[in-house]
Structures are given as C-alpha cells and as structure tokens.
C-alpha cells in the first residue's frame, strides 16, 4: 500500500454550518498525532472541499484510498478518531456510518459537469484546478483559436443561458462581438437572490476558478480586456474564495496583461451587491455597478449594444460561465448530447423543501420531476405526500403533484406556467398551503420592487393585500377575479422581468389549486392547515394529560384545566395564534 | 456638431399616416402630430425613463403592449393608441394610483391642473376594488420656496431626472424601494439646492409645490399671461398667473419662448419684487435742496428725520425742468448727464435720452453697461472691425468644442447655460477656465482653474502655440491686419510663460490649443457683466484675435448681453456717443458734471468703487433718481421718482438672442408710480411747453424704429478686421499688505440690487457672504459663518465667512448684490484694459 489516501471535509456552507471546521481541524489533529504510523500520515492528503450536494447530511467526509472512495455522514468531530483508526490505518470503514445506499442514489441519476470538481478540490488552492484540467481550454483558446471559432463552438453546444431566461449564450457573445465599440465589458452575474436558491453561491465557493476562466473565454469571444463579478454582499465566503481565486490567477499570469503570453490583457473586478434582489436584472446591475440607483431601465438597447457605462456589455449567470470551461475541454458535441433538443447540458438545482435529501443537483435537461424528487431526492419526509413543486423562485410557480412526470427544461416547464429559473426548487407537501406560499413569494417580490414602474410598485402591493386577507379569513368573493385581472395587467404593463413575473406564484397556484383559494374565501378553511386564522383549536381530552403547558403557553388565557385533567379551550377568546399547539407534547392540540 | 440628415419614416397612428425621423419615439411622434397619449414620466428634455406605464400602446402584430416612450418608429407600423386592451391597461394603471393617491383635491394647490385628476375623469371613475393602505409622510415645509407633499407623488420620477440630467444639480433622488419608495434630498434632509424650481413645472401632481402660492388660488380663477422675464438677457418667456390683479405665480411651459418651459430660480420666483412694501409710491424731493432753492422755508419743518417730503408729479417736474434749464444756462448743457437702466424697456431709455439729447441738448447718456457688454462690444468692434453680434440660443447644440473662460453662465444666464450642460451630455467637449468652481466646470470635460482674471494670459498663450504649430487658418489670418504684429507679440510668449501667468501647466495649455483647433464647430464663450471683475477689455479682444485666427466668424464668440434689456437700452440710444461723456467719466470723474439724472440703477451698490462714486454724486448740484425703490443711489438724490416696474407698463425687451418681445401691462402700479416713458414725456413738455405729450403708440413706434434700425446697422456695418496685440494687466495685484484677491459676481439666485425686494428670493438668499477657501480659513482660524471685514484701499465691507473650496486660495468672492454689505466699496474701478481685481486683506473676524 503506498497509494495516496484522499480525506475531504465538506466545507460548503451547509458543510460549515454542521461543524465541519471542527471535523477538518479533528483531522489535522488526529492525522498529525505522534503515535500514527509515518507511512500513513505522509501518504494522507486530508483538506477541504466545496458543497458535495447532500447537505441534509452533512458533515460529509469523502475517503479515498487506491481509488476507493467511501462517504460518511452527519460526522462529528468525536467521530474522526474511529474513522482514521479502522478506515485509514487499518483499511476496514465504519459500516454504520456511511452514507452509501442514499447517496448512491442521491447521485445515480444526476449528471455532475458543472459541479464535476465541486466537492472535490480544494476551492482555495489553483494548483488543485489545474490539477482537474483548469485553465487548460482558456490556454488553448487564446493562443490558436479565432474568437469567431469560439462563438461557433458555443452556439453549436446549444448551451443557454442559466440564469432564467434561456437566451442562447453563443448568439448573446456573437451580438457583443459584432457590436460597435472599442471597449466591451463581460459580467458574471452572481447576485443570486431567489430565496432557497444556492446554486452560484455553491459553484464560486467550490470551484472558483471555474468562472474565472468562464469569463477569461467570454471575454476573448468579444474582445473585452474587463469583467466584473457582481455578486452578493450576503455571499461573504464566495466572495473571499473569489478573491482569493483571482490574486491566484492574477499571480500565474491568468489574468492582468498578456494573459497566456498572448496578445490580450483581462482583469476581473469584484462588485459585491448592496442585497436588491431587482439588481439581479442586468440593467439594474448596470445601473449599480455604475454607482447609480439599482433600477431597471426600458429595453432596447440591450446590454449588448449599450451597456455599463454605454459600452457593449455581456451579463451571464455564474452557472452559465461554469459551462463553458467544461464545453471547450471536452467539445461542443460532446455537451449537446446532453439534455433534450432545445435544452442542452445539465441544470444545477438546489432541491429543498418537505423532501429526504435536500442538497445541490446537477441533472441533465430532460429529467422528469419525478425522477429528481423520487429518486435524487429520496422522496418526502416521512408521513408527507408530494402536492407541488414550486420551481423559478419567486419569478416561477408551482406544477403540481399530478403533472410529475413532466421534462425538466425550458420549454416543457415554461408550457406548465412556470420556468426552468436560476435553479430553485422547492418541494410542497399535503401540509403546505398554497395561497401561503404564493403570499410568501408575493410578499418578497413586494419589497423587492425597485418601485420604478406603477404596476409593480402598487400591483404587487395590492395583490399582497388581497392574499394577505384571504389568509386571515377576511377572504370575499370576487378576491380571486381580481388577483387574476391584476395579475394579467402586472404581468403585461410591468417595465421588467421582475415585475412581469412577479404574479406567477399567485397565477400559477391559481391555476392549480384554486379549490384551495375558494376554500379559504368561501368555507373559510385552510386545508393544508397553515393559516391560523382559519383554524380551530381544540383539545383532544382522550389524549390530554393536563400538564398545563397550554394553559402557560396561551397569551390570550382561553385555556383553561385542573392540573392532571384534560384542558378546554375557549373559542371566544382563543386569538389562534397557533402556541398550545407548538408546545403540547402529546398531539393532544388539534386544528382543523 | 453637423446633424447627419435623417431619415424619414412613414408609419400609421390609429389609421391615420404619420411621418417621424428615424429614431423618434411613437410617443414624441404622436404628440407632434397632435395625438395625445397620456403619459406622466415622459419629458423631452431627460432621457427615457418608461416607469409610469401610462402611454402604452397597442403596435399591430406585437406581442403585447409596449410603452410608446421607449418604442422608436419603425417603417410601416401601425400603432392604435386607444383599443380596448390599451384602455384596460391604462385604467389599471390608474386605479393603482388613485387607490393610494390621497385624494385630498380640495386643499391641493394643483387641483384643476392636475394630469392625474385630468386623466382619472377622462378613463372613468376608479372601480376601487382595492383596500388601500396610503402613505402617511408628513408634509415638509422646511425648505425655502419649494413644499413637498410625497403622499401625492405618483413616482414618476421626473423632478429627480429634471434636476439631476438637465439642471445638472441632484439635489432630490429616490430613496427606499418598492412600494415605500419616496423622492427626497439624501437622508429625508431639508431640501438645498439652487431652488430653479423646475422640479416643480414638471411635477405632473400636486407633490411638489410653490410655498408662496400654497393655498393662494384654485387653479381656475387664474388667468395666465406670458411675459419675458425683467432678470437676465435669456429673455426666458415665463407664464404669470393672475388672481384678483395680482401675479400669484411664474412658471414655465414647454413650447413657450425659446426656455421652452425652462426657468431659473429668479424667473420663476422673484416675479413678487413688485408688490414689495418698499416700493416708491409718490414722488419725492429733499428738503434740503427745496430750503436751498426757496421752494418750501425752513421754518415751520416738522422735525422729522426723514430727508425727503413726498409732493406731487407736477410739482416735482417742475422743479427738476427748472434746476436742469439753470445749470444749462449757468454752466452748460454738456454739465448735465444720465445714466439709462439696462432693465427699463425700449421706450423707457429711448425717451430718457430724447430727453437729454434734445430737451436738454446734453449727448451725456450711458449705463453700466460700459463696465460689462459695452466693454465686450468695443473690444470686438476692434478686432472684428463690426460690433458683437447676439447671441444665439443654439450654439452651445451646434458646437463639438465649448471653451468658457472665466464665466459662470449658469449663474448668470442660467437657462441659456444649460444649452451648455446640454450639448456636453450629447457628446460635445467642454472646457473651462475658471479659477472658482462653478457648475459648468463641474460638469466640464476638463477644467482649467486658472488664477483669476488671467484668461487673457491662457488665450495669449494658446495663440502662441497656434502660430508655432501652425494651426491656424493661414489663408484668412495672414492677410489681416495686424497679424504680424501680433505673431511678434507672442513670440516670446510660450506655453511656459502662459502657464506661470495662468497658474495652469504649459501642457494645459498646448493640448487646450490643439484640441480648439482640431474642433470642427468651436465656440468660445464669455459673459460681460458689470459686477465681474476677472475680465478686462484685453480678454475680449484676446479672445477675438484667436477666433479671428482660426478664421472663425465673429458668432464663434458668444458674449451675451447682461440684462433683460441691454441690447435694446443700447439700440435706442442710450450709450455714450462722440461728443458724450461715458458713464466712467461722468460717475468717476470729478467735475465732468453738475447734475445727473439717473434711470433705474443702483451704482452706489452695483458700481465698482462706490467710494469715488459716493464723492462724485456729493459733489452734484442736482441729482435725479428715478426708480422702483429707495435705492442707495436715491437716498442721495434731491427728486426720487417713483417709477412703474416691469408688468406694470407696456413696451419692449430685446433679449440676449435678439429677440424682440413685447410686455403687457397686467398690474397696476403702487400709488403714483409712472412708466419712466412717461415721466420723461412730461418733463419734455416742462421743457419746452410747445412739445406735446407723447402717446405710448407713439413713443413706441418712434423707439422701435431706432432700436430696430440700430440692430441692423449692426448687422450691415463692417469695418476693416486687424488684429490687435494685448497682454495681461492686473489694476491691483496681490501684496504683502494686501494678500488676498477679491473675486466679485453676480450669484444665481439674485440680480442687481432689486431682486433684493423680492421675498421668495429673500428667503433663498438673503444675507451677503464672502466665501473663502478652507485652507485661508483654518490658517486665519475662521470659522464658517462668523462676520469678517475684509478691506481694500478704497474701503471694507462685513459679512459672513462661507468656507468653501469653490474659491482657490489666496482669493476671495463676494456677491455684490447686498447694500447691507457693499461690497462695491472694495472694488476697483478700470476701463483701461487692465483687469479690475482687488487686493484685499481681512481686517477683523
């Protein structure tokens, strides 16, 4: 045996947040003890990784040894001794705490490219992603191939944009090439504001490199020699990993001028975003890299043609950019193999919701529902059934269970009243209503409107009222009439995609669980059993032990009880504000 | 810059054909043709901003409705601009607003005028089917002349981009976002900024707001009539707003005048200086000359402090055709001058010099404006061999290259300035020389601070680099007059040599040089005021020889007249002829006169060196000030006539730009105030009582004519061109004793003397200021806002510290406007070339 043995700590931020600091640092301890035999020790390269995709799991630690790779779960760092004791010094795992049969299906079904080496490499070393092949294609590209060359070669990928909208990423850098101008700038678009989304957030903390050497190749396609990385102030780790990615580069001649040796100078400057989600709209992260207020302005011009400070300009998503590195190493044919006709490659998404493995997936266009929630996903938590998925954030909606087995892509999605979107997926349960969620996604749109234009700015607001009064019973006929009429016009007279699509999480829901609305307006119920004002509380008396957590907990006083008895609560004054029931541990509180 | 010809493209509007140049909105187009598409956020002068959504507009075969201001024709197109689907939408779009918009009509100052009220009723009432939560800011009333109410504000975003595109100010952003988002000043502080008020004409609702009209009038009672504005040469039509005979408000509206709806903060504020309190009611004589000349005896006199006893017109005239026919007949006629008003009309100055030439036989007439547009005029003349030509409105738009030399036009013709902000946004260059910060040098391509009043030295310099690179036009320079002269003049006068006169780099100067000449369209461009004291005769005709070397015509140098009416105070007369003594003579001259009869301004407060003007005006026998206030001048004076103001009397205005226009009289005057005209018909008739009283028809026409027939012998008139060599000279230079330079202008926000009189534009600016560097100050440990004296060798003046780095160090600036702190007793007083800057030093702090 004299093979290197591999150790890698998830340090994604779900990795961090389980403790996997300590994990690594156990390691480091453990592997650096005096009493552990020297061959083992030398041949030990332990260190971390970016986000491994199950994060409902984590810690997750890989260990490699001759190839051999085994993943533990939920690690601890009490943990690591046992684990470097059986597993690295005396080659037997710890059977029972391996995450093998679920992760093996949590990955059977998915297509890593643009996450091949997230989870993998150390994210804060280049060597490492030079190692997987890194900046070898950007090499290659700048010193023999012709930008025109390059622009074929993407548009024949079919690779679309990732950020939503799907435009043809080839033809976009064609438009910038062509367009007038001596100074042309690319941006990454990292300003990933959906909430639950954490798709770019993953691929810039586990990969860095990746999209900057994405943006080292989109800047030659259109002659640019300056890019800038916008991205989230909230996202403190990427940013740092980011930084770090670019002095890195900066230092291996990469970025700055001459590049590769060759006849081009690029640099990349990082913007961090002052937490707009609108800013995430290219020409309201035009306007903000500008230093001028995040709003919107009326396209055309397009970026492309007029952008960041009038010059032509190219705004891809972070995911997209991932792409194009993988794209120009392996060929174009090789990525439209994947995916279906009109959507090619993979999609990143990040999977949340009532379901088993909530985590980062990367799975090829094409894929059903079913299979990535199944299958990928493990299926629900226990005792809860599938009622939706919402997919596209805040600017999607929701497909519902019966529709399972619909494609995942662009068109088949889009054909269902919902989008492919930067990658959020959220999956719904029996217990989840549906007029609450689309309260929830109107309610963030709401007070993300830039409030430019008057649809958005007060549509959304009234929209918002109207919810708002359906989940408190105050719910009247014609309610739905009128989120439906307002929702058109939003849609149709808003200035930008945030506005235009800020109805769909009400329209969609509409269109699929308008029972659940007339429930809530007309027989003033929530079935899911969310919205306390709908609800009654009562008390099982069968179950009812009488410990008077109830009683104490109730702000309103209208549980009453001896001590030991079964308690009562009074409707008159119950508020149902929904505490004898978080705090009963008997189930002996019911709402119906 | 030569607009490219553009292409025309034929398209259809509601089935009717319309024709567009190419890259005009269906908006723009629709409303030239007389189509209206409501719209809120749309205004030609800012760039598109398609936030209201209101003008959209159904385009057949789009997909969906698009806004009108963001779409350009296009060939072929069919727009409708009213279907069903469009009217849908508009009314969603208005019922949003309405369900939050405080609907608070009867006490809103815009009720009646307003385009949301407008368009409500025109779409029908709002079906409310919303619950409303409104907003609840409270109303801020703490600026000076500008109220906001953000309830009212529908976002339409146009006062913020008015101010901030084309006022060139920022003073209002949109803060907050979403549904809370709000227009304020940064941090919901209280609002200060240059108050030009136009955030307020183009506030479609009743957000933004006049204080002084809040509440005053319902916008139907108001009769509106539209008048140049009295200030500056711009000649700015401003709409004035009538209730119960009094002007209740200004503003302006787009496609009115050349402004085009554009006022600054004098145009559309200080119209109230005519109701002051201080106005002259009754004429005025002092009883001192009356003891004197045994008219009233001393004995019996009340005693009261006050100097003057009012008396009647007859009386007064009388008494003045007296005293002037003795001093004729005892000492001569030409001891008897007149000062003319470049703000009094056609009329008014051609009759005042009518009666100097003719009834009094004296040719002793001229006005301050040899100290400011006369002086600009001669000097061209000189060079050019023809006077200055006016201005033209457009030639900041039709220049790639702007080079302003120490003038603050958008202080001092701050509507016509922003032609100049205008053009640089639309691509042209902008260079500044100016040794104070204003805001076209903040704005400018490249800003030159030069030492004040050495623009002479940097035109000097960049004629030398012209000649020794040979950039000049060779073929209409070297046959002219003058130019060897003026090549050995400067030979010696190198960029280095520039650059230590300047205070800029010799580098500055080179590439300034060749960038001037390598511009297809240059313009240069400079004011001529009275108050400033950075510009002597030497600068103009700089200026001139360098334009005259490029073989540019004589409207590549834009001076504009000072005043509403200087041009035409010239054309009718008023200007010191052949024979004629010169206002320099006559004010600064001991003995040249023994009466002076002055019209209209003020030189005790506006004039440089009030000092030798005070003891020259003691030394009178008999002086004469005819005037809408008790100026310093008149409380000098032995009759004060109480004179008609402008929107008081009819007559006629002849802009910077050369635009005749004419005045109604839509008030009454206070008491028994005339129309100078008038005055001085009378006192032709006291003359010589075989004269008749002149009608205004008649005085007019007969005005009209000299005015009109002097412009065009303007025009017509060409001397013989030669170039003519100068070189810098400063009157007073800085010295140990004195270290300071003392900067003097006029501030926006006033003009002359009289705007004082104003209250709106009190409340802005109401108190004299010196502004001084922070380094002089924190050296001399003042601090900001305490009362400083500052003198000269002619005298001192008090007033508050403002620490700025708007002034360089080793310079200070003043306003001149304050008789509180005159200023003017500093100055120095030169008509020789040399440039009339101070040396001052702070006596106390």
């Given at each position: 045996?004299?093979?290197?043995?591999?150790?890698?700590?998830?340090?994604?931020?779900?990795?961090?947040?389980?403790?996997?600091?300590?994990?690594?640092?156990?390691?480091?301890?453990?592997?650096?003890?005096?009493?552990?035999?020297?061959?083992?020790?030398?041949?030990?390269?332990?260190?971390?990784?970016?986000?491994?995709?199950?994060?409902?799991?984590?810690?997750?630690?890989?260990?490699?040894?001759?190839?051999?790779?085994?993943?533990?779960?939920?690690?601890?760092?009490?943990?690591?001794?046992?684990?470097?004791?059986?597993?690295?010094?005396?080659?037997?795992?710890?059977?029972?705490?391996?995450?093998?049969?679920?992760?093996?299906?949590?990955?059977?079904?998915?297509?890593?490219?643009?996450?091949?080496?997230?989870?993998?490499?150390?994210?804060?070393?280049?060597?490492?992603?030079?190692?997987?092949?890194?900046?070898?294609?950007?090499?290659?590209?700048?010193?023999?191939?012709?930008?025109?060359?390059?622009?074929?070669?993407?548009?024949?990928?079919?690779?679309?944009?990732?950020?939503?909208?799907?435009?043809?990423?080839?033809?976009?850098?064609?438009?910038?090439?062509?367009?007038?101008?001596?100074?042309?700038?690319?941006?990454?678009?990292?300003?990933?504001?959906?909430?639950?989304?954490?798709?770019?957030?993953?691929?810039?903390?586990?990969?860095?490199?990746?999209?900057?050497?994405?943006?080292?190749?989109?800047?030659?396609?259109?002659?640019?020699?300056?890019?800038?990385?916008?991205?989230?102030?909230?996202?403190?780790?990427?940013?740092?990993?980011?930084?770090?990615?670019?002095?890195?580069?900066?230092?291996?001649?990469?970025?700055?001028?001459?590049i590769f040796g060759a006849d081009m100078s690029f640099d990349i400057e990082i913007k961090l975003g002052a937490g707009a989600f609108v800013c995430g709209e290219e020409t309201a992260l035009i306007a903000s890299i500008?230093?001028?207020?995040?709003?919107?302005?009326?396209?055309?011009?397009?970026?492309?043609?007029?952008?960041?400070?009038?010059?032509?300009?190219?705004?891809?998503?972070?995911?997209?950019?991932?792409?194009?590195?993988?794209?120009?190493?392996?060929?174009?044919?090789?990525?439209?193999?994947?995916?279906?006709?009109?959507?090619?490659?993979?999609?990143?998404?990040?999977?949340?919701?009532?379901?088993?493995?909530?985590?980062?997936?990367?799975?090829?266009?094409?894929?059903?529902?079913?299979?990535?929630?199944?299958?990928?996903?493990?299926?629900?938590?226990?005792?809860?059934?599938?009622?939706?998925?919402?997919?596209?954030?805040?600017?999607?909606?929701?497909?519902?269970?019966?529709?399972?087995?619909?494609?995942?892509?662009?068109?088949?999605?889009?054909?269902?009243?919902?989008?492919?979107?930067?990658?959020?997926?959220?999956?719904?349960?029996?217990?989840?209503?549906?007029?609450?969620?689309?309260?929830?996604?109107?309610?963030?749109?709401?007070?993300?409107?830039?409030?430019?234009?008057?649809?958005?700015?007060?549509?959304?607001?009234?929209?918002?009222?109207?919810?708002?009064?359906?989940?408190?019973?105050?719910?009247?006929?014609?309610?739905?009439?009128?989120?439906?009429?307002?929702?058109?016009?939003?849609?149709?007279?808003?200035?930008?995609?945030?506005?235009?699509?800020?109805?769909?999480?009400?329209?969609?829901?509409?269109?699929?669980?308008?029972?659940?609305?007339?429930?809530?307006?007309?027989?003033?119920?929530?079935?899911?059993?969310?919205?306390?004002?709908?609800?009654?509380?009562?008390?099982?008396?069968?179950?009812?032990?009488?410990?008077?957590?109830?009683?104490?907990?109730?702000?309103?006083?209208?549980?009453?009880?001896?001590?030991?008895?079964?308690?009562?609560?009074?409707?008159?004054?119950?508020?149902?504000?929904?505490?004898?029931?978080?705090?009963?541990?008997?189930?002996?509180?019911?709402?119906? | 810059m030569k607009m490219k010809e553009e292409k025309i493209i034929n398209f259809m509007i509601n089935d009717m054909p319309v024709k567009a140049k190419e890259g005009t909105s269906v908006l723009r187009a629709a409303l030239d043709n007389g189509i209206y598409i409501p719209h809120f956020c749309y205004d030609k002068r800012l760039e598109v901003y398609g936030g209201c959504r209101l003008c959209l507009v159904d385009i057949k075969g789009g997909r969906k409705l698009v806004t009108s201001c963001t779409t350009a024709v296009q060939e072929g197109m069919e727009v409708y601009t009213e279907t069903p689907k469009v009217i849908s939408a508009r009314k969603t779009v208005l019922e949003l607003l309405l369900v939050h918009h405080p609907l608070d009509c009867p006490v809103c100052d815009k009720a009646g005028e307003c385009q949301l009220q407008d368009l409500a009723f025109k779409y029908g009432a709002s079906e409310g089917r919303f619950s409303a939560q409104r907003k609840k800011d409270p109303e801020r009333l703490d600026a000076p002349v500008v109220q906001r109410n953000t309830n009212r504000c529908i976002l339409c975003g146009k006062c913020v981009k008015v101010c901030y595109e084309h006022q060139g100010v920022g003073a209002i952003e949109l803060i907050g976002r979403g549904f809370k988002t709000k227009v304020s000043p940064a941090f919901e502080e209280t609002l200060n900024c240059e108050f030009c008020g136009q955030c307020i004409d183009a506030c479609p609702v009743g957000a933004l707001n006049s204080s002084y009209y809040r509440h005053v009038s319902r916008a139907w009672y108001l009769k509106d009539h539209d008048m140049p504005c009295p200030y500056c040469g711009c000649g700015c039509i401003t709409t004035l707003s009538m209730r119960d005979g009094k002007i209740v408000r200004a503003k302006g509206v787009e496609g009115k005048g050349q402004n085009d709806g554009n006022l600054c903060s004098r145009g559309r504020y200080g119209f109230d200086f005519i109701s002051s309190p201080q106005r002259l009611t009754k004429p005025l004589m002092r009883k001192d000359s009356l003891y004197s000349n045994n008219i009233v005896s001393s004995e019996g006199s009340t005693c009261n402090d006050n100097p003057f006893i009012e008396t009647s017109w007859d009386e007064a005239l009388d008494f003045i055709a007296k005293k002037m026919s003795q001093i004729a007949s005892e000492h001569g006629h030409e001891k008897i001058g007149a000062i003319g008003s470049q703000r009094c009309t056609?009329?008014?100055?051609?009759?005042?010099?009518?009666?100097?030439?003719?009834?009094?036989?004296?040719?002793?007439?001229?006005?301050?404006?040899?100290?400011?547009?006369?002086?600009?005029?001669?000097?061209?003349?000189?060079?050019?061999?023809?006077?200055?030509?006016?201005?033209?409105?457009?030639?900041?738009?039709?220049?790639?290259?702007?080079?302003?030399?120490?003038?603050?036009?958008?202080?001092?013709?701050?509507?016509?300035?922003?032609?100049?902000?205008?053009?640089?946004?639309?691509?042209?260059?902008?260079?500044?020389?100016?040794?104070?910060?204003?805001?076209?040098?903040?704005?400018?391509?490249?800003?030159?601070?030069?030492?004040?009043?050495?623009?002479?030295?940097?035109?000097?310099?960049?004629?030398?680099?012209?000649?020794?690179?040979?950039?000049?036009?060779?073929?209409?320079?070297?046959?002219?007059?003058?130019?060897?002269?003026?090549?050995?003049?400067?030979?010696?006068?190198?960029?280095?040599?520039?650059?230590?006169?300047?205070?800029?780099?010799?580098?500055?100067?080179?590439?300034?040089?060749?960038?001037?000449?390598?511009?297809?369209?240059?313009?240069?461009?400079?004011?001529?005021?009275?108050?400033?004291?950075?510009?002597?005769?030497?600068?103009?005709?700089?200026?001139?020889?360098?334009?005259?070397?490029?073989?540019?015509?004589?409207e590549s140098l834009q001076v504009p007249a000072e005043h509403s009416n200087t041009l035409s105070m010239i054309a009718s007369g008023v200007q010191a002829g052949v024979n004629g003594k010169n206002a320099y003579e006559m004010l600064y001259q001991s003995n040249t006169l023994r009466a002076l009869y002055i019209v209209g301004e003020d030189p005790l407060v506006m004039m440089p060196d009030t000092t030798a003007v005070e003891n020259n005006l003691k030394s009178l026998d008999f002086l004469v000030v005819q005037d809408i206030f008790m100026t310093d001048t008149a409380k000098m004076a032995d009759v004060v006539l109480p004179a008609a103001a402008w929107a008081e009397k009819e007559g006629h205005f002849i802009s910077a730009t050369g635009n005749v226009q004419k005045l109604e009289k839509i008030c009454s005057s206070p008491g028994e105030a005339k129309p100078d005209w008038e005055v001085f018909s009378m006192l032709i008739k006291k003359m010589d009582s075989r004269a008749g009283l002149m009608s205004f028809s008649d005085v007019s026409m007969e005005a009209q004519l000299k005015a009109s027939s002097f412009m065009a012998r303007l025009e017509r008139s060409k001397g013989r061109p030669g170039f003519i060599p100068v070189e810098l000279t400063i009157a007073e230079e800085p010295d140990s004793q004195y270290p300071f330079r003392l900067v003097t202008s006029t501030i926006l926000q006033h003009s002359g003397s009289f705007s004082m009189l104003s209250k709106n534009l009190d409340a802005i600016a109401s108190e004299p200021y010196i502004q001084i560097n922070s380094a002089d100050a924190s050296r001399l440990s003042i601090n900001p806002d305490a009362f400083i004296e500052i003198s000269s060798r002619r005298g001192s003046a008090v007033a508050k510290a403002v620490v700025s780095d708007e002034v360089p160090e080793g310079t200070l600036f003043a306003p001149v406007h304050f008789s509180s702190a005159r200023i003017n007793a500093l100055t120095y007083a030169a008509v020789d070339g040399r440039v009339p800057l101070a040396a001052v030093k702070i006596t106390k702090i």
């Open positions: 045996m004299s093979g290197k043995i591999f150790i890698r700590v998830c340090m994604g931020p779900a990795g961090i947040a389980a403790g996997g600091k300590a994990v690594l640092d156990e390691f480091n301890k453990t592997l650096s003890d005096k009493n552990m035999p020297a061959d083992i020790s030398s041949r030990c390269i332990h260190n971390q990784v970016g986000c491994m995709g199950l994060c409902s799991k984590d810690v997750l630690v890989d260990v490699e040894i001759n190839g051999c790779k085994s993943t533990y779960e939920h690690v601890k760092p009490e943990m690591v001794k046992q684990i470097v004791d059986d597993h690295i010094v005396a080659g037997a795992p710890v059977k029972q705490w391996l995450a093998d049969e679920p992760l093996k299906k949590f990955l059977d079904k998915q297509e890593k490219v643009v996450l091949s080496d997230c989870g993998v490499i150390d994210p804060e070393d280049i060597e490492a992603y030079i190692s997987r092949g890194g900046y070898s294609s950007s090499k290659k590209i700048i010193t023999s191939m012709k930008p025109e060359q390059l622009i074929h070669e993407i548009k024949l990928s079919g690779l679309r944009g990732r950020g939503g909208a799907g435009f043809p990423t080839g033809l976009k850098w064609e438009i910038a090439r062509k367009s007038e101008g001596q100074i042309k700038y690319i941006i990454c678009n990292a300003d990933e504001g959906d909430p639950g989304a954490f798709m770019d957030r993953a691929i810039i903390e586990g990969n860095p490199h990746l999209i900057i050497e994405g943006m080292i190749i989109g800047a030659y396609a259109i002659g640019s020699n300056k890019g800038y990385v916008y991205i989230r102030a909230e996202y403190p780790l990427a940013v740092q990993r980011l930084e770090n990615a670019i002095k890195q580069s900066r230092a291996k001649g990469y970025l700055g001028s001459n500008e230093g001028q207020r995040g709003m919107p302005r009326a396209k055309p011009p397009f970026p492309v043609h007029k952008g960041l400070w009038g010059k032509p300009t190219v705004i891809n998503n972070a995911e997209t950019l991932a792409n194009i590195p993988y794209i120009n190493r392996k060929g174009a044919d090789w990525f439209s193999m994947l995916g279906t006709e009109e959507s090619k490659g993979t999609k990143v998404f990040a999977l949340t919701g009532k379901i088993r493995n909530s985590g980062l997936i990367e799975v090829p266009m094409g894929i059903t529902l079913r299979e990535i929630i199944y299958d990928i996903g493990g299926g629900l938590e226990p005792g809860k059934h599938l009622k939706a998925v919402q997919t596209g954030g805040p600017s999607g909606g929701c497909i519902p269970a019966e529709m399972l087995d619909i494609s995942v892509d662009y068109e088949s999605l889009a054909k269902a009243g919902c989008i492919v979107g930067s990658g959020g997926m959220i999956v719904l349960a029996n217990d989840d209503c549906m007029v609450n969620i689309a309260r929830y996604f109107l309610n963030f749109t709401q007070s993300e409107s830039c409030g430019k234009c008057v649809p958005c700015r007060i549509g959304t607001k009234r929209m918002l009222e109207i919810l708002d009064r359906i989940t408190k019973g105050l719910g009247e006929p014609g309610d739905i009439e009128k989120l439906e009429k307002l929702g058109n016009d939003i849609r149709l007279g808003s200035l930008c995609g945030l506005g235009q699509t800020a109805p769909n999480p009400v329209l969609s829901t509409l269109k699929y669980f308008r029972d659940e609305y007339e429930a809530h307006i007309f027989d003033k119920k929530c079935p899911a059993g969310v919205c306390n004002a709908l609800l009654t509380f009562s008390i099982i008396e069968s179950s009812c032990k009488g410990c008077q957590a109830c009683a104490k907990a109730c702000p309103s006083g209208a549980i009453t009880g001896d001590k030991k008895k079964p308690h009562f609560i009074d409707q008159k004054l119950c508020i149902k504000c929904g505490a004898c029931f978080d705090v009963c541990r008997f189930k002996s509180v019911q709402k119906f | 056609t009329e008014d100055n051609f009759m005042l010099q009518k009666f100097i030439k003719e009834s009094i036989g004296s040719s002793n007439v001229d006005s301050a404006a040899l100290f400011g547009y006369e002086k600009a005029s001669r000097s061209f003349e000189s060079v050019f061999g023809q006077r200055l030509r006016h201005i033209s409105w457009d030639a900041p738009l039709s220049a790639d290259f702007m080079l302003v030399v120490e003038s603050d036009i958008t202080s001092l013709l701050p509507v016509w300035g922003l032609k100049f902000l205008e053009s640089k946004r639309k691509g042209s260059r902008l260079v500044v020389a100016d040794a104070k910060k204003t805001k076209l040098s903040r704005h400018s391509s490249s800003w030159l601070r030069i030492t004040p009043g050495s623009g002479t030295a940097l035109i000097n310099g960049m004629i030398n680099v012209l000649i020794r690179e040979e950039l000049y036009n060779k073929s209409a320079a070297e046959d002219v007059a003058g130019f060897i002269e003026l090549r050995s003049s400067l030979k010696e006068f190198t960029p280095d040599v520039a650059a230590k006169a300047s205070g800029v780099t010799a580098d500055e100067i080179v590439n300034l040089a060749r960038e001037y000449a390598s511009a297809k369209e240059r313009i240069i461009a400079i004011t001529a005021c009275a108050s400033e004291n950075t510009k002597s005769s030497s600068l103009f005709v700089a200026a001139a020889n360098m334009a005259m070397l490029m073989g540019d015509g004589p």
